[in-house]
């Protein structure tokens, strides 16, 4: 059988392309290193009563007509994948020292929030939100393909985002005069991008913030249940999704991929797979390597000298005989800080691996959904994120495991501290379960190099002119992930689709949809 579309990764971006693709009525075959599909949308179980997700907690554009439903659409799949939407009146708590924030979706509530907290400021808080708001439908019309129409229809909203190209939010809250204590409200969902306010792209944190005000959700079946629908739709119209097979070749004749080379991990043979095209769903420059650097044009050799983003710490526990619910947790986020200034909280963190003032996101994955229990009745699932440096503890886990064991549970104890101080007293009394998770986790479970958790960076020069496309110059060869598209549950969605309309000529997302999804 001729292999139309052979597609090397199965994380979001993959399996989203490859089930169109199927649908279609073409033939795909996905091949996966790992032993679950999914990448970082994957699940795990322990025993038979615990579910995780590796890092996936909350998404956005999956309302009617946005990106993630009108896929669903053109795969028969949206009345069976449906989502829960979180709190539209406080969907992320924001929780600092002597402050408290709940972002609400609309904006004026939010301006009438911060004003209060701020009554000094009130003028800065307006037109700063203001401004977002604006820069938000600006991405729209300069996301491609541009139409030179609209750009002259939306002149003053367009020439107002562009200002703001090479900025970093916290350039821009200088710009605003905001105070600190604001700047830390309104960028202490940071575990979102896992870079603090002076490194992150503004156009990265105003298209995640405003995408969560149209609408922050949680599948109701939970994400295990969105990855198995788009791999049911696959295997049912005859395509395959073969586990195990870490590609370890590419076969390249001249400029044109056919096929690759892979190992099975139960069996250690090698495999030969050929396809008329070859879609790259693994991390662009580790493809790049395998198939010899030079063979790209210099173009993409430039796009593919990216820096990869940082990595995180991940905490999954399990409490018994306890609703958090009764201590302020529900269809909502919270992110907490101990360190008023993010970007010093950042750096001690990252760079110095000094976790005593952590800055840190928790989500309650129980509460926002109970139609598939991921766990006995009785319990509820906790988890914890923040940031972690990839080289310390690959360096620790060669050196010295019990050292890197003692560091993971030295955070884990911090993070406990907290919560039993600002949240539930007695929190560790009610755990039955806990399990930790470091960069290296990354690394072995969601292949991903140096644990990085969006692929490159989001810093400014990475977010904007120069970035990775699916273009790679070799003839039927694409890159379709986070790094050739942008990282995020929507913006996977947006790649794989985006991808799809480009080879099939079919239209499924309109212009008007695809800035939504830059992250």
């Known amino acids: 059988m001729t292999i139309d579309y052979l597609i090397v990764g199965s994380g979001l971006s993959a399996l989203v392309f490859g089930a169109l693709m199927a649908n279609a009525g073409k033939k795909v075959t996905i091949l996966e290193a790992h032993e679950h599909p999914g990448g970082f949308g994957h699940s795990f179980k322990i025993g038979n009563k615990y579910t995780f997700n590796a890092q996936l907690h909350y998404v956005w554009d999956c309302g009617e007509g946005e990106t993630v439903n009108c896929v669903l659409k ?58 977002v708001n604006t820069v938000s439908q600006g991405l729209k019309y300069l996301s491609p393909p541009l139409i030179p129409f609209e750009l002259l229809k939306h002149f003053r909203g367009v020439t107002t985002t562009l200002k703001y190209l090479n900025q970093t939010l916290q350039d821009v809250f200088d710009q605003f005069n905001l105070p600190k204590a604001a700047q830390t409200l309104l960028a202490l969902q940071w575990p979102d991008f896992l870079l603090p306010p002076e490194q992150l792209s503004f156009y990265a944190w105003v298209i995640l913030f405003t995408g969560y005000q149209r609408g922050a959700y949680y599948p109701t079946k939970h994400f ?6 788009l791999v049911q739709v696959i295997e049912e119209k005859q395509g395959k999704v073969l586990l195990n097979q870490e590609v ?9 991929v056919t096929g690759v080379k892979a190992i099975d991990h139960l069996t250690q ?30 173009k993409v050799r430039r796009q593919l000298n990216y820096q990869y983003s940082p990595s995180n710490y991940v905490a999954y ?17 919270t992110f907490h800080t ?13 760079e110095e691996h000094n976790f005593s003032q952590l800055s840190f996101a928790i989500t309650t994955p129980t509460l926002i959904t109970d139609a598939i229990r991921d766990c006995p009745e009785d319990c509820q699932i906790i988890q914890f994120l923040t940031v972690a440096n990839y080289d310390y503890f ?27 101080k600002h949240y539930i007293p007695n929190f560790r009394e ?36 120069g970035r990775l496309t699916h273009e790679s110059s070799l003839n039927n060869f694409y890159f379709c992930n986070a790094s050739s598209g942008y990282p995020g549950f929507a913006a996977t969605f947006w790649t794989g689709a985006i991808l799809y309309q480009h080879l099939s000529k079919d239209l499924i997302l309109s212009k008007s949809l695809n800035s939504n999804n830059l992250i």
């Open 317 to 333: 526990c399990v409490v018994k005989d306890l609703d958090l619910r009764d201590y302020g947790f529900g269809k909502w986020n």
């Open 430 to 465: 009610h755990i039955v379960l806990k399990i930790t998770g470091s960069p290296t986790t990354n690394e072995r479970f969601c292949w991903c190099p140096q644990g990085n958790s969006y692929g490159s960076n989001m810093t400014p020069k990475q977010m904007t002119l």
């Open 338 to 350: 101990e360190h008023p200034d993010l970007n010093k909280a950042f750096s001690q963190m990252y």
């Open 74 to 131: 053109r795969l028969n799949l949206a009345e069976k994948v449906t989502f829960e939407r979180y709190n539209p009146d406080g969907f992320d708590h924001m929780r600092m020292p002597s402050y408290s924030l709940d972002i609400p979706s609309d904006s004026q509530v939010l301006i009438n929030k911060l004003s209060q907290l701020f009554p000094e400021k009130q003028h800065q808080i307006r037109q700063f939100i203001l401004e």
């Open 248 to 256: 370890t070749e590419f076969i390249v004749k001249g400029k044109t």
């Open 269 to 298: 043979q090698i495999n030969q797979f050929s396809g008329e095209t070859v879609i790259c769903n693994i991390d662009p420059q580790k493809a790049a390597k395998i198939i010899g650097i030079e063979k790209f044009s210099a």
């Open 224 to 229: 295990e249940f969105v990855i198995n629908s």
């Open 394 to 420: 690959r360096k620790l886990k060669d050196n010295n495991k019990k050292a890197y064991k003692q560091k993971k549970e030295e955070i884990l104890n911090i993070i406990i501290d907290i919560v039993e």
